[in-house]
């Protein structure tokens, strides 16, 4: 493993269930190259101990956050880089559009109060190391809308890059990231952690 390497690709696996090959594959042939990637088996502890612990293993700057079954677009992991390229120190991660279960998803630009009101930013994002307070991992699900939360709360906000989709990815139960039931007590969960009132259920996985 390179430190040297300016972003860390964090792939969380569940242990005995996951193949990270899907993501492997498409990262093998991405335009931008200094990059180093880490798998990271959870040990039956859920992908946000398996996310932070593949954090901790690396020094890059740039941390990018990918699940085993996302397909990346060639370009890619350059797009996000370029995104925060330049930006100012305030904008702490990089996202974009993508297809879930055959479906375009356009997340459009940062909105704090979309952001408090719903979760509408995928984890695989780019994210400054400075700016990462770790997941949460007492949450089972939202632990993405969690994340954004706590960065906003922090002072952080999210840049939005537009030009076609980044990533493509069929959600399955049996995944890392899948149902493990109860959405709307970890909706709750998340909304009581960041003092937000409740409203409607309106946000995704």
């Known amino acids: 493993m390179s430190d040297s390497a300016e972003i860390a690709v964090v792939i969380p696996c569940r242990q005995g269930r996951d193949s990270p090959v899907?993501?492997?594959?498409?990262?093998?042939?991405?335009?931008?190259?200094?990059?180093v990637t880490v798998v990271v088996w959870d040990r039956g502890r859920g992908a946000s101990w398996a996310r932070n612990r593949g954090?901790?293993?690396?020094?890059?700057?740039?941390?990018?956050?990918?699940?085993?079954?996302?397909?990346?677009?060639?370009?890619?992991?350059?797009?996000?880089?370029?995104?925060?390229?330049?930006?100012p120190e305030r904008i702490g991660f990089a996202y974009g559009d993508y297809v879930l279960n055959g479906a375009l998803r356009c997340p459009g630009e940062f909105d704090a109060d979309r952001l408090r009101r719903e979760n509408y930013i995928p984890t695989?994002?780019?994210v400054r190391r400075e700016a990462f307070p770790g997941f949460d991992e007492t949450l089972d699900r939202l632990q993405d809308w969690d994340l954004w939360?706590?960065?906003l709360e922090r002072g952080a906000t999210g840049r939005y890059r537009p030009g076609g989709v980044l990533w493509e990815s069929w959600l399955v139960r049996e995944g890392?990231?899948?149902?493990?039931?109860?959405?709307?007590?970890?909706?709750e969960a998340v909304r009581r952690k960041h003092g937000l009132e409740r409203c409607a259920n309106n946000a995704t996985v």
Request: aromatic content about 8%.
């Open 124 to 126: 695989m994002a780019l």
């Open 55 to 87: 954090v901790e293993s690396t020094r890059s700057r740039l941390l990018l956050f990918s699940d085993n079954d996302v397909r990346w677009r060639p370009d890619a992991v350059e797009r996000l880089r370029s995104a925060l390229a330049n930006a």
């Open 176 to 187: 890392i990231s899948g149902d493990v039931g109860g959405l709307r007590r970890w909706i």
């Open 22 to 35: 899907v993501a492997l594959e498409s990262l093998a042939r991405q335009t931008f190259t200094d990059f």
């Open 149 to 151: 939360l706590t960065m």
